[in-house]
């Protein structure tokens, strides 16, 4: 333990200010983009617009941020205790959730009174597997927050799994945004700077998040050795 912290002191002040940079920028990123997707699909024009904005609302900003509250350099509640930033990412979870399912409630109906065929592209079938994986993530961190539902099972390895599983699912909400800005509506919004700028923004809060993941993980595995 003691050798644990001796290496973390002697670690170059570049590393930590250079993590603590990214998170401040990866907050920023998500209000920018955020903003950025509601005011070019102005939500309430049309029901395909409440798509974009739900969608992007849910896994650019509820998630990442629900994420980056265990952020040892840039979470915006570092100094409360363990146990209150897990119910605050809880609620982000939820929101989450909701956000994600009345989006895609939203692209359903819109389909259905178009008369289109539903889910056929990578797009649609990712979104809606994220979506499936994002709620059942939530459901299953709820021993996490109740230790009475989890009898028989170790809650360090339960925090593992779930920390695991949510880097996949954040990963795929990635994935499925990315998809997004490949689609005829948001190619044809914008121009193709924007458009890099965009695939730029998504790329790096999943690298932030992924890196914030396994790092804690790594850290974890050299305190039990």
Do not use: D
Request: charged share 10%.
């Amino acid at each position: 333990m003691v050798q644990t912290c001796k290496e973390a002191e002697s670690e170059p002040r570049i590393y930590g200010f250079s993590r603590a940079a990214s998170a401040v920028l990866t907050h920023l990123i998500c209000i920018v983009f955020t903003v950025f997707i509601t005011a070019l699909s102005r939500p309430g024009s049309s029901w395909f617009s409440w798509h974009p904005f739900f969608m992007t609302l849910a896994f650019s900003f509820f998630m990442t941020e629900a994420i980056l509250l265990f952020s040892p350099h840039g979470s915006p509640i570092k100094k409360f205790p363990h146990k209150t930033k897990g119910r605050v990412h809880w609620i982000l979870q939820s929101l989450c959730v909701s956000c994600a399912v009345l989006g895609l409630a939203a692209i359903f109906y819109n389909k259905h009174l178009n008369g289109k065929p539903h889910f056929t592209s990578w797009h649609g079938l990712l979104g809606l597997l994220t979506v499936c994986v994002v709620g059942l993530q939530s459901l299953a961190a709820l021993p996490l927050i109740y230790h009475s539902l989890a009898k028989g099972w170790s809650l360090a390895k339960l925090k593992r799994y779930h920390a695991a599983s949510g880097l996949v699912t954040y990963l795929l909400g990635s994935a499925s945004l990315l998809l997004g800005l490949s689609s005829a509506w948001f190619t044809a919004s914008v121009g193709e700077y924007t458009w890099y700028l965009s695939a730029l923004c998504a790329a790096l809060n999943a690298l932030v998040i992924m890196n914030q993941v396994t790092s804690a993980y790594t850290a974890k595995k050299r305190l039990q050795s």
